[in-house]
């Protein structure tokens, strides 16, 4: 008996379980950002409000163990990083447990890390504007008011109509004005080491813009451009990442996980005070007594301008092609993707974009084509034919580059300089496809889209079943031969038949294609039929 007793006690005297010892990781030492584009984005431009793209991060830092168990903190990582993502490698005893901090340092976070703590209130007179200070301590927490205890008694904090300021001795445990991510590890020595932390983050994305320049004015059907292109990337965090290896990856990418809706950045809270001049919490108060809680924090400030260079300018893109880039971003394979590395290190900062030329190439060459479309969903119309300039994606044409989807401006030499011709879109092309660059949205041709002859004249419903006859015909305005192709239907929807001309297959359409003599005319006709 006597024995269990003695047992109980020693197990009622246990010591409790240690608590881990913070450590802080140092800054990041080496750091490489690798961004992916926004794979539902397609050609459209980015929104810098909304960045649906992410990125890879992995940064490099050196932590100091003490021997047994101990807590990580890693300062200032993304704010939108997707923790279950976090991998940290180079830690001796592996890890613990992971943590991503949801409180970072506010008016909110310091009053509640505060409470049952001392601070200094300090108060204004109003008609003397001398100020006088007491110790106090915090009895409430910030959500709905702010109770001091001082030598007076219990006070709410602004609530009594003259101004107050509270000073804090210092930050509560745990808080951090960056966002925090912590692991619990385990060392049997201690000791210093090096480790890195790699990590998913969104609230980036990357685009890719072509500047092209023929080499001289005219219609003629070959033609030769010089062609620049630069990578932006945008970083929508309000985080810097300083001296970074950057890296964009093109190609598109299946990604079924939600980043944005995994990130949940930490939010600051603000102070909520609420004062009862009127009445009292007993007694309760009337409607409309309570003041008004403070006005919504004004919204962060906007990122730079929706396009690098302003309408107004755009000569000054032609002047940054025109410039011999001394810094390129190198083309490497990627499995089936394509990853562009700038060669030296940067800044990405945080709310901003990064611009780094990736392409030049001085003598393209390639075909001008008008193009109509006469399709039988758009009907009989007039239309002014569309002018592009066609290529094969090989070294032989100037090429032979993959060629990221983007936006594309295209400058005509004059008398007056550069012009501005067109500007499009246009689609990931990889080495050996053919590429397409608009340049023009109207010409001096001129296509009509008409139907044939038919038993009844009032007849226009081309989906019954039957078989109509439709007709083209092109009008050359210009001083030159013009190469037209027609588009004449989706054969996957449309029976074509009875082509005047040969026709043939591109980017999924029937079309006849037509030379047009210098201020000549050209008639096709065919026929087709919508089938049950």
């Given at each position: 008996m006597r024995r269990i007793l003695i047992l109980l006690l020693s197990c009622g005297l246990a010591a409790p379980a240690a608590a881990r010892d913070v450590v802080m990781?140092?800054?990041?030492?080496?750091?490489?950002?690798?961004?992916?584009?926004?794979?539902?984005?397609?050609?459209?431009a980015m929104n810098l409000s909304w960045l649906n793209g992410f990125a890879l991060v992995s940064e490099t830092r050196t932590v100091t163990l003490p021997a047994g168990e101990s807590t990580i903190r890693f300062d200032n990582v993304a704010e939108s990083m997707v923790a279950v993502s976090a991998i940290v490698t180079g830690l001796?005893?592996?890890?613990?447990?992971?943590?991503?901090?949801?409180?970072?340092?506010?008016?909110?976070?310091?009053?509640?890390?505060?409470?049952?703590?001392?601070?200094?209130i300090t108060r204004t007179d109003p008609a003397t504007g001398r100020e006088t200070s007491e110790r106090a301590k915090v009895m409430t927490r910030?959500?709905?008011?702010?109770?001091?205890?001082?030598?007076?008694g219990y006070e709410a904090v602004r609530c009594a109509g003259i101004p107050e300021k509270l000073t804090f001795d210092r930050v509560p445990e745990g808080l951090s004005p960056n966002p925090v991510y912590t692991v619990d590890t385990r060392s049997e020595s201690g000791g210093t080491y090096t480790v890195t932390l790699t990590y998913l983050a969104s609230g980036f994305d990357w685009n890719a813009h072509y500047v092209a320049t023929f080499a001289k004015a005219g219609l003629e059907r070959e033609r030769k451009l010089r062609l620049s292109a630069w990578l932006t990337v945008a970083n929508g965090n309000g985080q810097s990442f300083a001296d970074a290896e950057l890296l964009a990856v093109a190609g598109k990418l299946e990604v079924r996980s939600d980043y944005r809706g995994l990130s949940r950045p930490?939010?600051?809270q603000p102070l909520r005070l609420t004062c009862y001049p009127i009445g009292s919490t007993a007694a309760g108060m009337p409607e409309g007594s309570i003041l008004s809680p403070p006005?919504?924090?004004?919204?962060?400030?906007?990122?730079?301008?929706?396009?690098?260079?302003?309408?107004?300018?755009r000569r000054e893109m032609k002047a940054m092609a025109d410039e011999a880039v001394s810094v390129m971003a190198i083309e490497e394979a990627l499995g089936d993707l394509k990853l562009y590395r700038v060669p030296m290190a940067v800044t990405v900062a945080a709310k901003s974009q990064?611009?780094?030329?990736?392409?030049?190439?001085?003598?393209?060459?390639g075909e001008l084509f008008h193009r109509a479309d006469c399709s039988p969903d758009h009907g009989p119309r007039e239309q002014l034919a569309d002018v592009v300039m066609r290529s094969r994606n090989l070294e032989k044409n100037g090429l032979g580059r993959a060629l990221p989807a983007g936006g594309v401006t295209v400058f005509e030499p004059s008398a007056y300089g550069p012009l501005l011709l067109a500007e499009d879109d246009v689609e990931d092309y990889a080495i050996g496809q053919e590429v397409e660059i608009g340049v023009s949205a109207t010409s001096q041709v001129k296509v009509t889209c008409a139907l044939g002859p038919r038993e009844n004249p009032d007849d226009y419903d081309l989906y019954d079943g039957k078989v109509h006859a439709l007709e083209a015909t092109i009008v050359n305005g210009s001083a030159e031969a013009a190469e037209v192709e027609v588009r004449i239907g989706n054969p996957g929807?449309?029976?074509l038949t009875k082509p005047s001309r040969k026709a043939a297959m591109q980017d999924g359409f029937r079309i006849i294609r037509v030379r047009v003599p210098a201020g000549g005319e050209r008639k096709l006709a065919w026929t087709v039929r919508y089938p049950d």
């Open positions: 990781a140092s800054a990041p030492e080496k750091m490489s950002v690798t961004v992916y584009r926004d794979p539902n984005r397609g050609n459209d001796p005893g592996g890890t613990i447990e992971k943590n991503r901090n949801a409180d970072v340092l506010s008016p909110a976070a310091l009053v509640d890390g505060s409470l049952g703590n001392r601070v200094t910030a959500d709905g008011g702010i109770v001091l205890q001082t030598s007076a930490p939010r600051g006005p919504a924090p004004p919204p962060p400030p906007a990122m730079m301008a929706q396009e690098i260079v302003v309408t107004g300018a990064k611009q780094v030329a990736f392409l030049n190439l001085d003598s393209v060459e929807q449309w029976e």
